[in-house]
């Protein structure tokens, strides 16, 4: 059965920085886009970034522009994201998913189980002081 697995949540401090780390089981993430999304207590799933498989392009919410990097690196076949500068407004669980598509161009931010099929159990992130 395809996995993926998030980690690297916890409590930080408001302007403090977390790690956040997907790794998929059973299945090679190099030929698919990945998106990390969110969620905060009752409020929708909210995209949050996304990176190509096709060309490596990288796309952000704009409530994270400038503090949230994703990357990937395909040989240890994982997914981060790297955050910074974290507000409380980040506290959320965090998951990360699968796109049918290579590019985020085409699968995009938008909360889409059809457009993301494979997704993990989630992470949590509180931002507190």
């Known amino acids: 059965q395809v996995q993926l697995v998030e980690s690297g949540g916890g409590l930080v401090q408001p302007g403090g920085s977390l790690r956040l780390s997907c790794a998929a089981s059973?299945?090679?993430?190099?030929?698919?886009?990945i998106a990390w999304f969110r969620q905060a207590p009752g409020k929708e799933r909210e995209g949050v970034s996304c990176i190509s498989s096709s060309d490596g392009s990288t796309y952000y919410a704009d409530s994270v522009k400038g503090r949230f990097t994703i990357s990937r690196d395909n040989v240890k076949n994982m997914v981060y994201l790297q955050m910074n500068s974290l507000k409380p407004e980040d506290t959320a669980v965090y998951y990360c998913?699968?796109?049918?598509?290579?590019?985020?161009?085409?699968?995009?931010?938008?909360?889409?189980?059809?457009?993301?099929?494979?997704w993990g159990q989630g992470t949590q992130v509180t931002v507190s002081s």
């Open positions: 998913a699968t796109a049918i598509s290579s590019s985020c161009r085409y699968s995009g931010l938008n909360y889409a189980p059809q457009k993301y099929p494979v």
């Open positions: 059973k299945f090679t993430l190099d030929f698919y886009a």
